[in-house]
């Protein structure tokens, strides 16, 4: 019988181990200009959620929380399965659950969907980030936020077209997903693959998960699901955290997964701006040792900034967070 | 499990039913989703509500809580005459042949024999006609009217489809859908699994509704294969090795069981437990119960226990009653009966039905001692929580003790899980505080109150002065003595029968299984299954390889599976009559001409031949029960039985209310509720995101699902006016709650002898202790009756009411 | 102990059954002497393992504490990650919602650190000493068993039952602590004994 590709192929090292890719692999650097190119290029590597093998039981936040050292709030219920109701700088991953009758058969269907930073190949908010180096792109593919750069100005949420990254009202840094770059380095998947109890959460190439979801495709369409496919979505030049979908001809049932995600032409737009605001930021990055507490302090665009944006983009609306099309 | 989990890879059909796997038991549900990647293996979900398993399902049919008996005995029913019947296994390993007394009979919902007064069948006719031989009489040809085939032939044909959908609600052409799915598993080719929990249990009438499945799985040939079998999903990581350890009223280990007061002595004791079979050349494998009898008696009061005082059978205590299960005990601490209670990592303030009742018990106690490594409600049973927990703390006169014991992670030993392995683990962390090992705390009780027996004397002192207890540290036994123990060894030199001069096992050493086991005082063993645990080979538990020859998820080497590392039940049925594999492609074992070989423990003597010796080995008659003779309360095959608060009345009888033959105690009685009164059927479950009443003491787990809710129907939301995450009262004759309202489209109300049946689902993790948010548990409006055979809390069907509400705590 | 015992187990397994993305493809496995500032370092590193066994449901899924401190080496150890272990047959490494919060189990605020008791009437617990706990136990238990162990029924037969007093035995201790439970509670002649099974 073969077996399923599944991400755990061994337990983590004990041992110390230098982490496999860092500086020099970069292939982009927020607001900077000169970054040399990288001397290598690494294989990309993904992980794959299929939602049909999705049985929506949240260990992948479980194992999320308990890797990244983060504490959600404990809140209430409002109705709903989701909790927390939406991902906070303490939950980078969030199950969302969709009732949906499919009006071709008339039965419920339960789309259960792992929200969270999909990794673009062309990344938003690495483009939008006017801090230098406070997003980071490896060529591998995992677009990661270092956090000590972040300004907290908030330019990536804007500039994700999935409304993924939060500010901490702790600390005034942006958070989400990070592919667990920590595991990785050491040659182990991100923590909510391993856990994930039916693998529909999987880790490995990108190559190789494409070549999985081919294979669940073929599954889903044996068993009913004519428009199974894979989520790996041009438009932001594929992404290093793809779905298979059954109905992957209507992305959006999944609770709104937009169905062609694009960068605001806003944010491309943005250069100049960010390069001024990454200037300023830079500014009191130098004085930040005097003025205790900068950091602490949130650095939101200011309208000024929005205007200036604005104005570049020939009057087109600004989409708001979480209405992406 | 008759199987494992690793097994369930091996499946073509699974079928959940009386269970929620993908959400109770995520990581074994993993291997669903393996046959459904590898094999195309289609799983099915019959339940009243669309669960999470129902969410990766290929078919999934909705039913009313409490009637599965009614949709099983369809799918016999099915089967039978559609001809969808593995013939030659279903005439050669089952009793479908064997012929019934005369005068055995079913009518009006009730068996032959039925005692209204009594609540009670007498029993006699429910059993086999005796041959002059001695053995039970057979007819082959399956023409005899009263053989087992046709009277099951005859008890089905009620439930017919349309029967189905009256009684379960289920649309008749859902259930004919799953009726094809899984009639398809008759091929001898092609199997289905049966995965079940709580759903199937917590009934009046829950081991029929386990019975039901079993004689379908054995009539389609499922049993004993790869990829088939029974499969009880356990609820908590022991709960399997605590049963077969016989912590439980009525079991000593190994299945075993207490004396009553009807067998004063050892030989009567014996008496009725021979085993002799039923057919002419069969195992009949409890005929060596007085072996594993002995050997246990002897692990418990070593030297005390003798051959001239019967194996110190006096120090047994003699049931009065079937038992004193937990409902019997907190009955009588209602009336005043028991002063001391001692709960182990044990929380009954949440655990047991009709919450006023049992906390009305525990305030009459003297005295209560609670052992847990965490916070527990039963601990604080006294304290006053305003609407959470609203008693009179002045006029509680309990004294409670909360000792703190350490937790897995800083514990050591073996777990059985629900695949009966036994598996050793190792301890990472260091207690908090003062919290010390169960052991140690058993220890002191047990040495403190030897102590005071030994100065002071007392009632009939003898068993506790002579409790073999001969550990390194008395104070603390050692995991590992204890396991040797649970193991057996030989007390003095065995001998080979056939050459006396043959030591097989010197005195002294670990028996290598329970196979060198004896009943003349010459071995010790505390629980015969376990034999072979931790022999002179060391300790089998603690293997760790994982190996997996074939890829037939049989793992023999990972750690021990009870009996003597068998991992699947019955595996000789994996093979026809002249034992080749029924499919090669999923052979366990098969005959080779002299013996039985293959990849796991063969389940029949390894030179039985066949055709001769039949697979049942543990049954007197060799073969499987298709119908149980007197084995069970409420009768020989399973009928249509309502809970006791139903929406409906009994389509069969409509004077009947629930299980005919369950224990009812007056004050329960009087605690029913009905359908005018409270329209809705409840029920109760559990959510993947919390484990019972532990995990609402953890941040992570109280932050994935913070709240207590309740579940309801877009309909039901508007018949009510209750709006999506507002608050609504829930209240039944017991109790009354108030929960966030979840309004979904995965509920849906049923139509049921044609009345809407709209249905309310209560899951189970709040209380007043831990990180969640304080809340309520089913448990408070839950009847208090259990069910007839094994008196497991009828939790899964009962009657409500709802109504908007404000806050708990908040008068509107 | 432990973990080396099982590894040597693995080896005999080598490769059995556990196929795999193509991680190694990758180069992973290579440890290399570049120190990266960008990525956080593995918190697992020099920490100590023990393989175990969640404590939850009855898939038992194997797990790996991790802890600094050894407790084997008589160190006070302190669980700072739990993890699936991804030898284990049954789980391959995976871990449900619960099993993957188990830290949050073993440091939950709610664990209990010392005896306490709660006297009649009192609306709270009293920090006691282990002896003093066990002590009054042991007391009330005899007394009690004292007073209402019934050794013969009406017809004089010997029945020797203890009624009064009744036990709920756990169900995620190991099945060593339920055999050293199960012998007392016998041995004394509770009846009234059963265990979560029943429910």
């Given at each position: 019988m073969s077996d399923s590709p599944r991400t755990a192929v061994s337990n983590p090292p004990t041992q110390p181990m230098a982490s496999n890719f860092g500086e020099r692999d970069l292939v982009r650097r927020s607001a900077t200009e000169d970054l040399p190119p990288p001397e290598r290029q690494l294989t990309p590597v993904a992980k794959l959620i299929d939602v049909s093998k999705c049985i929506g039981c949240k260990a992948c936040q479980s194992a999320c929380v308990e890797w990244n050292d983060t504490t959600p709030a404990i809140g209430e219920n409002t109705?709903?399965?989701?909790?927390?109701?939406?991902?906070?700088?303490?939950?980078?991953?969030?199950?969302?659950?969709?009732?949906?009758?499919?009006?071709?058969?008339?039965?419920?269907?339960?789309?259960?969907?792992?929200?969270?930073?999909?990794?673009?190949?062309?990344?938003?908010?690495?483009?939008?980030?006017?801090?230098?180096?406070?997003?980071?792109?490896?060529?591998?593919?995992?677009?990661?936020?270092?956090?000590?750069?972040?300004?907290?100005?908030?330019?990536?949420?804007?500039?994700?077209?999935?409304?993924?990254?939060?500010?901490?009202?702790?600390?005034?840094?942006?958070?989400?997903?990070?592919?667990?770059?920590?595991?990785?380095?050491?040659?182990?998947?991100?923590?909510?693959?391993?856990?994930?109890?039916?693998?529909?959460i999987v880790f490995g190439t990108k190559e190789d998960m494409k070549q999985h979801a081919a294979g669940r495709i073929a599954d889903l369409k044996s068993r009913g699901f004519a428009n199974a496919g894979l989520y790996d979505p041009p438009g932001v030049g594929g992404t290093h955290v793809m779905y298979v979908l059954h109905h992957a001809d209507k992305p959006q049932i999944y609770a709104n997964l937009p169905e062609n995600p694009r960068i605001s032409p806003l944010v491309q737009s943005w250069k100049g701006v960010t390069k001024y605001v990454g200037l300023a930021a830079m500014g009191m990055m130098a004085v930040g040792s005097i003025v205790h507490g900068v950091f602490a302090r949130p650095n939101r665009v200011s309208r000024e900034d929005e205007e200036n944006a604005e104005k570049l983009v020939e009057g087109k609306p600004v989409p708001p967070p979480g209405e992406h099309a | 499990m008759t199987n494992s989990w690793t097994d369930i890879r091996n499946t073509d059909l699974v079928v959940v039913m009386g269970g929620n796997a993908a959400e109770a038991h995520p990581c074994g549900f993993k291997w669903v989703t393996e046959a459904k990647a590898h094999r195309g293996a289609k799983l099915i979900v019959v339940d009243p509500r669309f669960t999470r398993t129902a969410s990766v399902a290929d078919f999934y049919a909705p039913i009313r809580q409490g009637s599965d008996i009614a949709f099983l005995l369809g799918l016999i029913r099915y089967c039978i005459e559609n001809d969808k019947v593995q013939w030659e296994y279903t005439k050669a390993f089952t009793n479908a042949s064997f012929i019934v007394k005369e005068g055995f009979g079913y009518a009006d919902g009730l068996f032959s024999g039925y005692d209204e007064e009594k609540r009670d069948y007498d029993r006699t006719s429910w059993d086999y006609e005796i041959g002059e031989d001695g053995y039970a009489r057979v007819d082959p040809t399956l023409q005899?009217?009263?053989?087992?085939?046709?009277?099951?032939?005859?008890?089905?044909?009620?439930?017919?489809?349309?029967?189905?959908?009256?009684?379960?609600?289920?649309?008749?052409?859902?259930?004919?859908?799953?009726?094809?799915?899984?009639?398809?598993?008759?091929?001898?080719?092609?199997?289905?699994?049966?995965?079940?929990?709580?759903?199937?249990?917590?009934?009046?009438?829950?081991?029929?509704?386990?019975?039901?499945?079993?004689?379908?799985?054995?009539?389609?040939?499922?049993?004993?294969?790869?990829?088939?079998?029974?499969?009880?999903?356990?609820?908590?990581?022991?709960?399997?090795?605590?049963?077969?350890?016989?912590?439980?009223?009525?079991?000593?280990?190994?299945?075993?069981?207490?004396?009553?007061?009807?067998?004063?002595?050892?030989?009567?004791?014996?008496?009725?437990?021979?085993?002799?079979?039923?057919?002419?050349?069969?195992?009949?494998?409890?005929?060596?119960?007085?072996?594993?009898?002995?050997?246990?008696?002897?692990?418990?009061?070593?030297?005390?226990?003798?051959?001239?005082?019967?194996?110190?059978?006096?120090?047994?205590?003699?049931?009065?009653?079937?038992?004193?299960?937990?409902?019997?005990?907190?009955?009588?601490?209602?009336?005043?009966?028991?002063?001391?209670?001692?709960?182990?990592?044990?929380?009954?303030?949440?655990?047991?039905?009709?919450?006023?009742?049992?906390?009305?018990?525990?305030?009459?106690?003297?005295?209560?001692?609670?052992?847990?490594?965490?916070?527990?409600?039963?601990?604080?049973?006294?304290?006053?929580?305003?609407?959470?927990?609203?008693?009179?703390?002045?006029?509680?006169?309990?004294?409670?003790?909360?000792?703190?014991?350490?937790?897995?992670?800083?514990?050591?030993?073996?777990?059985?899980?629900?695949?009966?392995?036994?598996?050793?683990?190792?301890?990472?962390?260091?207690?908090?505080?003062?919290?010390?090992?169960?052991?140690?705390?058993?220890?002191?009780?047990?040495?403190?109150?030897?102590?005071?027996?030994?100065?002071?004397?007392?009632?009939?002192?003898?068993?506790?002065?002579?409790?073999?207890?001969?550990?390194?540290?008395?104070?603390?036994?050692?995991?590992?003595?204890?396991?040797?123990?649970?193991?057996?060894?030989?007390?003095?030199?065995?001998?080979?029968?056939?050459?006396?001069?043959?030591?097989?096992?010197?005195?002294?050493?670990?028996?290598?299984?329970?196979?060198?086991?004896?009943?003349?005082?010459?071995?010790?063993?505390?629980?015969?299954?376990?034999?072979?645990?931790?022999?002179?080979?060391?300790?089998?538990?603690?293997?760790?390889?994982?190996?997996?020859?074939?890829q037939t998820g049989t793992h023999p080497n990972w750690t021990w599976a009870w009996p003597l590392n068998r991992r699947t039940l019955y595996n000789r049925a994996s093979a026809d009559l002249n034992g080749k594999p029924w499919d090669p492609s999923r052979k366990i074992i098969e005959w080779d001409g002299t013996r039985w070989t293959g990849y796991d423990v063969p389940d029949i003597g390894v030179t039985a031949k066949p055709g001769e010796v039949m697979p049942f080995i543990m049954n007197q008659e060799g073969v499987s029960r298709l119908f149980t003779r007197g084995m069970m309360r409420d009768g020989p095959f399973p009928a249509h039985m309502e809970p006791f608060e139903s929406p409906i009345a009994n389509v069969m009888n409509p004077r009947m209310r629930g299980n005919p033959v369950a224990r009812l105690f007056e004050s329960d009685l009087a605690q029913f509720g009905t359908s005018e009164e409270f329209p809705f059927a409840a029920t109760s479950?559990?959510?993947?995101?919390?484990?019972?009443?532990?995990?609402?003491?953890?941040?992570?787990?109280?932050?994935?699902?913070?709240?207590?809710?309740?579940?309801?129907?877009?309909?039901?939301?508007?018949?009510?006016?209750?709006?999506?995450?507002?608050?609504?009262?829930?209240?039944?004759?017991?109790?009354?709650?108030?929960?966030?309202?979840?309004?979904?489209?995965?509920?849906?109300?049923?139509?049921?002898?044609?009345?809407?049946?709209?249905?309310?689902?209560?899951?189970?993790?709040?209380?007043?202790?831990?990180?969640?948010?304080?809340?309520?548990?089913?448990?408070?409006?839950?009847?208090?009756?259990?069910?007839?055979?094994?008196?497991t809390p009828e939790y899964k069907a009962f009657l409500v009411n709802i109504e908007p509400s404000s806050a708990p705590g908040v008068t509107s | 102990?432990?973990?080396?015992?099982?590894?040597?187990?693995?080896?005999?397994?080598?490769?059995?059954?556990?196929?795999?993305?193509?991680?190694?493809?990758?180069?992973?496995?290579?440890?290399?002497?570049?120190?990266?500032?960008?990525?956080?370092?593995?918190?697992?590193?020099?920490?100590?393992?023990?393989?175990?066994?969640?404590?939850?449901?009855?898939?038992?899924?194997?797990?790996?504490?991790?802890?600094?401190?050894?407790?084997?080496?008589?160190?006070?150890?302190?669980?700072?990650?739990?993890?699936?272990?991804?030898?284990?047959?049954?789980?391959?490494?995976?871990?449900?919602?619960?099993?993957?919060?188990?830290?949050d189990f073993v440091h939950s605020p709610t664990r209990l650190k010392h005896p306490m008791v709660r006297r009649p009437g009192s609306d709270r617990f009293e920090q006691v000493s282990w002896d003093y706990a066990l002590d009054r136990i042991a007391r009330l238990m005899k007394d009690d068993r004292d007073a209402n162990f019934l050794a013969t029924n009406e017809a004089g037969l010997p029945v020797n039952r203890w009624t009064t007093t009744g036990m709920l035995a756990a169900s995620a201790t190991t099945n060593e602590t339920a055999w050293a439970t199960f012998k007392v509670a016998k041995t004394l002649g509770i009846v009234g004994f059963d265990n979560q099974a029943r429910v």
């Open positions: 109705g709903v399965y989701e909790n927390p109701h939406d991902l906070t700088e303490n939950m980078f991953t969030l199950m969302r659950f969709t009732e949906w009758v499919n009006p071709e058969t008339d039965n419920l269907e339960w789309l259960i969907r792992k929200d969270g930073c999909m990794h673009c190949a062309d990344p938003g908010c690495l483009k939008a980030c006017p801090a230098p180096g406070a997003i980071v792109q490896y060529t591998n593919g995992i677009v990661d936020f270092i956090h000590e750069n972040c300004i907290g100005c908030g330019y990536c949420i804007k500039g994700c077209p999935f409304n993924i990254p939060r500010i901490s009202k702790a600390d005034h840094r942006s958070y989400k997903c990070t592919l667990c770059s920590d595991r990785v380095a050491v040659g182990q998947g991100p923590a909510c693959a391993k856990a994930c109890p039916t693998q529909a | 005899h009217p009263r053989c087992v085939w046709n009277l099951l032939r005859q008890h089905v044909s009620v439930y017919t489809p349309e029967m189905v959908e009256r009684i379960c609600g289920t649309p008749k052409a859902k259930f004919l859908k799953i009726a094809e799915m899984v009639a398809e598993c008759s091929s001898p080719t092609r199997t289905m699994t049966s995965m079940y929990a709580l759903g199937w249990t917590q009934h009046s009438h829950g081991a029929q509704n386990i019975r039901g499945m079993a004689m379908l799985q054995l009539i389609l040939g499922n049993i004993g294969v790869r990829g088939g079998g029974m499969n009880a999903l356990r609820g908590h990581s022991n709960i399997q090795g605590l049963t077969d350890l016989g912590l439980m009223s009525h079991l000593l280990t190994g299945y075993l069981n207490m004396p009553t007061e009807k067998e004063p002595d050892l030989a009567t004791y014996m008496a009725s437990r021979q085993f002799k079979p039923l057919r002419p050349g069969q195992t009949s494998y409890w005929q060596n119960y007085s072996k594993f009898f002995v050997s246990f008696m002897k692990a418990m009061w070593g030297d005390a226990a003798r051959a001239e005082n019967g194996w110190a059978y006096d120090y047994l205590p003699k049931l009065d009653v079937p038992s004193y299960d937990v409902l019997r005990m907190f009955e009588l601490m209602n009336h005043g009966k028991v002063n001391g209670y001692l709960c182990q990592g044990f929380n009954p303030v949440l655990a047991f039905p009709n919450r006023g009742k049992v906390v009305a018990g525990l305030s009459k106690l003297k005295f209560l001692v609670t052992m847990d490594p965490l916070e527990t409600e039963t601990a604080r049973f006294w304290e006053n929580h305003g609407a959470f927990n609203d008693v009179n703390t002045a006029s509680i006169q309990t004294e409670v003790f909360q000792l703190p014991t350490r937790c897995f992670a800083e514990d050591q030993g073996s777990l059985t899980n629900s695949g009966r392995w036994l598996q050793w683990f190792w301890p990472g962390g260091t207690a908090p505080g003062e919290a010390r090992p169960d052991t140690w705390i058993m220890a002191q009780i047990f040495l403190r109150m030897r102590e005071l027996y030994r100065k002071e004397g007392g009632a009939f002192p003898d068993p506790i002065l002579n409790l073999s207890w001969e550990y390194h540290d008395p104070n603390e036994p050692e995991p590992e003595e204890l396991a040797k123990e649970i193991n057996g060894r030989a007390l003095t030199d065995l001998t080979d029968p056939n050459d006396p001069s043959k030591v097989i096992v010197a005195a002294g050493k670990q028996v290598l299984n329970f196979t060198q086991l004896r009943d003349d005082g010459s071995t010790m063993c505390g629980c015969w299954i376990y034999s072979g645990c931790f022999n002179e080979a060391g300790n089998n538990m603690a293997r760790r390889d994982n190996s997996d020859p074939d479950y559990r959510l993947t995101e919390h484990f019972h009443y532990w995990t609402k003491h953890n941040r992570v787990n109280a932050a994935l699902q913070p709240e207590f809710f309740v579940e309801i129907s877009e309909e039901l939301a508007a018949l009510r006016q209750i709006t999506p995450g507002g608050w609504v009262r829930v209240w039944s004759k017991r109790g009354s709650v108030k929960a966030k309202a979840v309004v979904t489209k995965r509920i849906r109300p049923l139509i049921c002898d044609g009345k809407t049946v709209h249905v309310v689902g209560i899951p189970l993790h709040w209380g007043f202790t831990g990180s969640a948010k304080k809340g309520f548990g089913p448990n408070s409006l839950t009847p208090f009756v259990g069910d007839a055979n094994i008196e | 102990m432990n973990m080396e015992l099982s590894r040597r187990g693995f080896l005999k397994a080598a490769g059995a059954g556990v196929a795999a993305t193509s991680l190694g493809a990758l180069g992973f496995g290579e440890a290399e002497a570049a120190v990266s500032a960008l990525v956080r370092p593995l918190k697992l590193a020099n920490t100590t393992e023990t393989r175990n066994t969640c404590t939850y449901c009855s898939v038992a899924c194997g797990i790996i504490l991790y802890s600094r401190g050894d407790v084997r080496k008589g160190e006070r150890a302190e669980i700072t990650h739990i993890e699936g272990d991804a030898d284990h047959p049954t789980n391959l490494g995976t871990l449900c919602p619960k099993g993957a919060a188990l830290k």
